[in-house]
């Protein structure tokens, strides 16, 4: 992705500290360890990359909302969102093992300062277990961004080779949701505030804006959008082919998510965008 890096622990405070003072209100922070094991232990440890970096971001921008995402994709080497066994050519996410893994990161990045912490697995059953466990080890006030609706799609793979996380086997066809299927993502919303979520996340955007609105409709919480790397890819390649003003065109994608209910919207664009608003101003 043109303009999309990966930071290092070094790095990392000083590019929040531009960011917040450009205008960005929120950072959400994805790790890649220096290296990954079946149990995703890189996810969780004290020192890991994200738990480092939330310490230096607090300490150099203490204003700027530190959110990280909870997953365990990007820390297996397996490249799934959970524990899995393998049967032959099959292979199966143990659900009950992920979430237990999931909540103790959940944990960690709360211990390292995390203002909230966003579980993106789409695991049964994980944002009870992580609000549960953050509030037995004393993080009571530490808010959940559930990616309540994440859908099984196609739009992630430049975000999935930066990240390098791309499933050795298999998809995650089995535990993201059906394009196709509005409704359930309408249920999975329920389920995850029921279990204690703060607000909640549609994930990708564009392609979704209907869920987006229904979403907002239905349950009048706090609604995130995300504009995915798929869709800043498309964007970004056509305005650097001439095709399309890019300016214009990230300021009209960002403005029909608002449109559709979003209360924020995650996306690459970020930096671009508040510089844009400020020339605006």
């Given at each position: 992705?043109?303009?999309?890096?990966?930071?290092?622990?070094?790095?990392?405070?000083?590019?929040?500290?531009?960011?917040?003072?450009?205008?960005?209100?929120?950072?959400?922070?994805?790790?890649?360890?220096?290296?990954?094991?079946?149990?995703?232990?890189?996810?969780?440890?004290?020192?890991?990359?994200?738990?480092?970096?939330?310490?230096?971001?607090?300490?150099?921008?203490?204003?700027?909302?530190?959110?990280?995402?909870?997953?365990?994709?990007?820390?297996?080497?397996?490249?799934?969102?959970?524990?899995?066994?393998?049967?032959?050519?099959?292979?199966?996410?143990?659900?009950?093992?992920?979430?237990?893994?999931?909540?103790?990161?959940?944990?960690?990045?709360?211990?390292?300062?995390?203002?909230?912490?966003?579980?993106?697995?789409?695991?049964?059953?994980?944002?009870?277990?992580?609000?549960?466990?953050?509030?037995?080890?004393?993080?009571?006030?530490?808010?959940?961004?559930?990616?309540?609706?994440?859908?099984?799609?196609?739009?992630?793979?430049?975000?999935?080779?930066?990240?390098?996380?791309?499933?050795?086997?298999?998809?995650?066809?089995?535990?993201?949701?059906?394009?196709?299927?509005?409704?359930?993502?309408?249920?999975?919303?329920?389920?995850?505030?029921?279990?204690?979520?703060?607000?909640?996340?549609?994930?990708?955007?564009?392609?979704?804006?209907?869920i987006v609105r229904r979403v907002k409709k239905r349950f009048g919480v706090p609604t995130f959008a995300y504009q995915v790397s798929g869709e800043y890819a498309m964007l970004k390649a056509a305005a650097l082919n001439g095709w399309l003003d890019e300016r214009a065109c990230v300021i009209e994608a960002l403005t029909s998510i608002r449109r559709a209910g979003a209360d924020a919207v995650l996306t690459y664009f970020a930096l671009d965008v508040a510089k844009w608003l400020r020339e605006q101003s």
């Amino acid at each position: 992705m043109p303009g999309v890096h990966q930071y290092g622990e070094n790095e990392i405070a000083s590019i929040a500290q531009r960011a917040h003072e450009s205008g960005v209100q929120a950072v959400l922070l994805f790790g890649i360890p220096k290296s990954k094991d079946e149990q995703a232990s890189g996810a969780y440890a004290e020192n890991g990359v994200v738990q480092n970096a939330v310490r230096q971001i607090k300490k150099r921008a203490p204003d700027l909302t530190v959110i990280t995402d909870v997953c365990l994709c990007e820390y297996t080497s397996h490249g799934h969102c959970g524990v899995v066994r393998l049967d032959g050519e099959h292979f199966h996410v143990l659900n009950d093992e992920s979430v237990e893994l999931i909540a103790k990161t959940a944990v960690s990045h709360a211990a390292a300062g995390a203002d909230l912490v966003a579980p993106s697995d789409m695991m049964d059953g994980r944002i009870g277990a992580v609000r549960a466990t953050l509030d037995q080890a004393g993080f009571d006030q530490t808010g959940i961004m559930s990616y309540a609706a994440k859908f099984a799609s196609v739009f992630y793979g430049p975000f999935r080779d930066a990240a390098e996380s791309p499933p050795q086997f298999g998809d995650r066809r089995s535990y993201q949701m059906d394009p196709a299927n509005a409704d359930e993502a309408l249920r999975e919303v329920a389920l995850d505030l029921d279990e204690g979520a703060d607000m909640v996340m549609v994930k990708p955007a564009l392609p979704y804006l209907d869920i987006v609105r229904r979403v907002k409709k239905r349950f009048g919480v706090p609604t995130f959008a995300y504009q995915v790397s798929g869709e800043y890819a498309m964007l970004k390649a056509a305005a650097l082919n001439g095709w399309l003003d890019e300016r214009a065109c990230v300021i009209e994608a960002l403005t029909s998510i608002r449109r559709a209910g979003a209360d924020a919207v995650l996306t690459y664009f970020a930096l671009d965008v508040a510089k844009w608003l400020r020339e605006q101003s």
